[in-house]
């Protein structure tokens, strides 16, 4: 591509960037609520009055990311390597394994959320928790538990069958095949699905506010009763996007530094 | 002399499709016996067998007077003396050459790390890859990968080497170090069965050639005798292929 066609294409591209968001803000400027919309989720005032608080309450949702990360990391793996398990004898832990995820996938995160913060506690069993983050994160932690072995049990059986041939015709055991040489080459292949399911649980955290912890979701729902106005939505809307959006884009930065060095090896 | 290798009777079949219908081979220490035979003529398949890569359906297979197919054996155990290599090298691709071939000694024989590299060097040495030792697999040429791959089996010190058409994938260029490498174990006295295409190489270094058709050992003898005065009409017909395609 010479220089000046170059130049042209660059010109296309930012004249109909330039006329399509013109087009859309024009359209919600000019629709007939766009007054009161302004007033009750754009008012600056708002906006600076709420944020602090939300953002500091927003610090639970990361606490919550990464404490739930932690262990679903460890755990998926877990329920990967015994969907995985060779031999007959096994049969019952695979099918347990499948029953897990089948289940923890099927059922909305929210009444996950729902069922354990609200009934757990009302057990009444004094070394059960009481505190509703701890039953939101157990409830996070089950449900993406179930996603993410999914993840790395694709990267598991993309893994072809002749490395675990090669391995075990060395005379290493099923378990010294899986660690040594199956799982680095699964899990190095799955580090962009699974950062994708970073960003999906990133934004759920804010369901755990339905329980009552003070998280941004619901720091923002206080102010947004205490004032009749939905601002403090928008300041919530924008943490969250701050933080899932770098994920998002060295997400895809993974993606295609995988697919350029795969692509070097294939030449 | 003893036996390193005796198969009896083997029968293996994928589905309904029998791939040995009854093989029969003995092969005594420091003897090198090659496999020839068309393509799904069974080579592969009575290697990985004789590897315990494959369940077999019928027969039995005794490596240095230990039945290797009895029930209860030690899988494991039994693979570390016996070394095989691929026709597609299998390298561990996430590690450099020295980890491949220091894994299995670490892993399978509890080497110590500088026990297990030092072995290694000394092979890669021997082998002429020395200055690989940290290289990663897919930069090296498919020559070499091979040359690593044999190294890597020797590590474990087997008594057997299997060689599965370890030079088909490669292109013609690179043929000949890989064969100088099978060609020096020989002269070492390592006992092989080696499944290849390469006729005159396997004239050249076997000390009997096996022809497998159709999932039996049709015809064995000495090279000469096969080569040059095949008896069975089918042994003959594929020496005939092989000249007219030119690889002979």
């Given at each position: 591509m010479s220089g000046a066609e170059g130049r042209r294409g660059a010109l296309i591209a930012i004249f109909s960037t330039l006329v399509v968001f013109t087009g859309l803000a024009l359209l919600i400027t000019h629709a007939p609520g766009w007054p009161e919309v302004r007033q009750t989720f754009f008012d600056w005032g708002q906006f600076k009055d709420s944020f602090p608080e939300i953002a500091r309450a927003f610090l639970l949702n990361v606490k919550i990311f990464l404490i739930a990360e932690a262990f679903i990391l460890v755990f998926a793996l877990l329920l990967a390597v015994i969907r995985n398990l060779p031999g007959p004898a096994a049969l019952p832990l695979r099918i347990l394994g499948i029953a897990y995820a089948d289940f923890f996938r099927g059922v909305p995160t929210i009444l996950v959320i729902a069922m354990l913060g609200f009934g757990a506690p009302a057990l009444q069993l004094n070394w059960v928790p009481l505190s509703t983050t701890f039953w939101g994160i157990v409830a996070l932690v089950l449900v993406y538990t179930a996603y993410v072995s999914e993840v790395y049990r694709a990267g598991i059986e993309s893994v072809h069958p002749s490395q675990n041939a090669a391995a075990r015709s060395l005379g290493l055991t099923h378990w010294q095949s899986l660690r040594a040489v199956v799982l680095p080459q699964a899990v190095r292949r799955v580090i962009p699905p699974l950062l994708n399911d970073f960003i999906g649980l990133q934004k759920d955290t804010a369901l755990v506010g339905f329980l009552g912890s003070v998280e941004a979701f619901k720091q923002s729902q206080i102010d947004a009763a205490a004032?009749?106005?939905?601002?403090s939505y928008v300041a919530a809307a924008l943490l969250f996007v701050a933080l899932t959006i770098p994920l998002a884009r060295f997400t895809d930065w993974l993606v295609a530094r995988d697919r350029r060095r795969r692509q070097a090896a294939g030449t | 002399m003893s036996e390193a290798l005796l198969v009896d009777g083997l029968h293996k079949s994928f589905g309904t499709l029998e791939v040995l219908r009854g093989v029969d081979l003995a092969v005594d220490d420091h003897q090198v016996v090659c496999l020839i035979g068309a393509s799904g003529s069974g080579k592969s398949t009575l290697l990985r067998c004789v590897n315990l890569l494959e369940p077999i359906d019928a027969g039995r297979i005794v490596v240095e007077g230990v039945e290797i197919t009895a029930r209860g054996v030690d899988v494991n155990r039994i693979r570390r003396r016996i070394g095989i290599v691929f026709q597609a090298y299998?390298?561990?691709?996430?590690?450099s050459v020295l980890k491949n071939v220091t894994l299995a000694p670490r892993l399978a024989l509890k080497q110590s790390n500088a026990e297990a590299s030092q072995r290694a060097l000394g092979l890669l040495e021997r082998f002429g890859l020395a200055d690989k030792a940290k290289d990663y697999p897919d930069s090296l040429s498919g020559g070499q990968q091979q040359r690593v791959a044999i190294v890597r089996a020797l590590a474990m010190q087997p008594d057997l080497m299997l060689l599965d058409e370890v030079t088909s994938a490669l292109d013609p260029e690179l043929v000949a170090e890989v064969l100088e490498v099978i060609r020096e174990l020989a002269d070492g006295g390592m006992t092989m069965v080696i499944a290849t295409h390469e006729m005159s190489f396997a004239r050249d270094i076997a000390d009997r050639i096996c022809f497998l058709d159709e999932g039996v050992i049709l015809e064995q003898g000495p090279p000469e005798q096969i080569f040059g005065a095949p008896k069975e009409q089918r042994t003959q017909r594929f020496l005939e292929r092989i000249i007219e395609a030119g690889r002979m």
């Open positions: 004032t009749f106005n939905y601002t | 299998n390298l561990f691709p996430h590690m």
